[in-house]
């Protein structure tokens, strides 16, 4: 039987359909779309079909969908298309049920920062106001608006330009950088599912090297075949371009507390291979990646 | 001196911004792009520039943008002009260090699923392989490539159609929905930053009433500006239709251990409403809305 649900988009209803994509495409950042209709009333509402798409120019996209059921349109499709301008605010853990709260289907003329408790900033480069408890909020220009369907369920492709940007100083490090942890953002997932982006799931992957890493196809065959490194050791393995030493490996196997006591027991070739594995993917689950190398590297019959 | 950073895009180099738009749209999903060139060779290349946008037809976009530093463009963009079809895996937490690798710049023709270590399994629809570690695959259709500049940093919409999907079993619950946890996705923030949507960040958000909740607006002043509320315990207060009764209140005040022992203490009005609010953000961070409320609108004179 196959691991595998294969599905052809054609064949399954719009809503089920629907259910799989923001089950697995996750999690998605939360654009919080601020408009106005031709008549100035203020519509704020979240939108998860959402990401930045370049930098210059700063281009972010987001698609209030037609609805599945019914295939009406929603008011900030109507007012961009009456008023084409919008500012983008992010969303903070902080905010969360007040953005759940301000997505309830009010009726059109209904401003959500009062409905959810928003301060209204006026924005200095576009109509629409911005959202003042937002760590980060983009004015944008819109520049086009492409309908991908006429269906229930059908995206529509609001291409915006950010004109101007705000950030919260309080989420920058002392470099000037944003730090994720005091950005907390959320965002969503499939269902009633969010994800809150801090502590300990948000994690530093080295960045692969300019000089070039070996690969993984490059690694010695007992590496790629071991039982004990994960394709995550693998990864972090093939991301080197030089090995150690012979010098710098058996100064390793000399000062190495475990290397050592693993001399002292007397253990058969392919069970001291396995130790070898664990130690060192114990040293590539905390990202020693040096460390793992020269314990692979130790030749089996070092007593 | 303003809270905030206030930025004009083209005031600052490309390089920052790309900074600064990467650190706050967060976390972004990861479309880990297969692609062939006209002679057939694969290449395999994360994006973070990317996400679902409807269901109906199925969209996705994600853009391969040109590098800030020196203008180039990446191969995967060369090769959906040439051959206009793609398959986007989605990433969980065991693949990240393999995908990092699979994002070093090999020279054209350099197959990164040989690279990097993953299993290329042969696509129904379209002629690019689809990785086997992903645990949701989608066989796509490039209906239209849009650059949005031609400067370093400019964004290139792949605008993709899914006309086959595939999701590993294992990701399902028993309804058959798609489960978060079993998901393990992971994505990109800002700098080296990743998050993995699981664990205790991940939570869940009661859908907006379709009957339409009071909204914040329209709570009573003194729960609107309360020094212990918070906005996410307001959200929660908004998101109802209709108030417990009189005779729901009073019952709970003859029943419930922390109002009777609020009782028995002699405090001020003041005193115990401070009291009041603090159970009832008690209930509320433990999503019990209705105890929050019986809480809330106890006489302050109960005794």
Redesign the interface.
């Known amino acids: 039987m196959?691991?595998?649900?294969?599905?052809?988009?054609k064949e399954i209803p719009?809503g089920k359909?629907?259910?799989?994509?923001?089950?697995?495409?996750?999690?998605?950042?939360i654009a919080f779309a601020s408009t106005i209709d031709k008549q100035g009333n203020v519509n704020l509402s979240p939108f998860?079909?959402?990401?930045?798409?370049?930098?210059?120019?700063?281009?972010?996209?987001f698609?209030p969908?037609?609805r599945?059921r019914g295939n009406t349109t929603k008011h900030t499709l109507d007012n961009v298309l009456e008023v084409p301008e919008v500012v983008i605010n992010?969303v903070n853990y902080?905010?969360?049920?007040?953005?759940?709260?301000s997505?309830?289907?009010?009726p059109k003329g209904v401003n959500e920062f009062?409905?959810?408790?928003f301060t209204e900033l006026k924005s200095?480069k576009v109509k629409p106001p911005r959202v003042g408890?937002s760590?980060?909020a983009f004015e944008c220009i819109v520049k086009e608006v492409i309908a991908?369907?006429e269906?229930?369920?059908?995206?529509?492709?609001v291409?915006c330009e950010?004109?101007?940007?705000?950030?919260?100083?309080?989420?920058?490090n002392e470099l000037g950088?944003?730090d994720?942890f005091k950005?907390d953002?959320v965002?969503r997932?499939?269902?009633?599912?969010?994800?809150?982006?801090?502590?300990?799931?948000?994690?530093?992957?080295?960045?692969?090297?300019?000089t070039?890493?070996m690969?993984?196809?490059q690694l010695p065959e007992a590496i790629?075949n071991s039982r004990v490194l994960?394709?995550?050791?693998?990864?972090?393995l093939?991301?080197t371009e030089q090995l150690p030493t012979k010098e710098d490996i058996a100064d390793f196997a000399a000062n190495n507390i475990h290397l050592l006591s693993l001399k002292e027991q007397r253990l058969t070739e392919a069970e001291l291979n396995l130790q070898l594995h664990y130690l060192a993917h114990d040293f590539l689950e905390q990202g020693k990646v040096e460390e793992a190398w020269k314990v692979l590297l130790q030749p089996v019959r070092f007593v």
């Not at 196959?2 to 988009?9: A, C, G, R």
């Not at 359909?17 to 950042?29: C, D, I, K, S």
Request: proline share 6%.
């Open positions: 196959s691991q595998y649900l294969t599905i052809n988009p719009t359909l629907f259910g799989y994509l923001t089950g697995t495409v996750t999690p998605r950042p998860s079909f959402f990401n930045v798409f370049g930098a210059n120019p700063p281009t972010m996209i698609s969908s037609r599945v992010m902080n905010m969360v049920q007040q953005v759940s709260l997505s309830t289907e009010y009062v409905k959810a408790g200095e408890e760590p980060a991908t369907g269906g229930g369920g059908a995206g529509n492709l291409i950010v004109v101007l940007a705000h950030f919260k100083k309080e989420i920058f950088q944003v994720p950005m953002a965002a997932m499939g269902s009633n599912w969010y994800c809150r982006a801090n502590g300990d799931k948000v994690f530093e992957v080295a960045k692969p090297l300019t070039q890493g690969g993984i196809d790629r994960t394709g995550n050791d693998l990864g972090r093939g991301n």
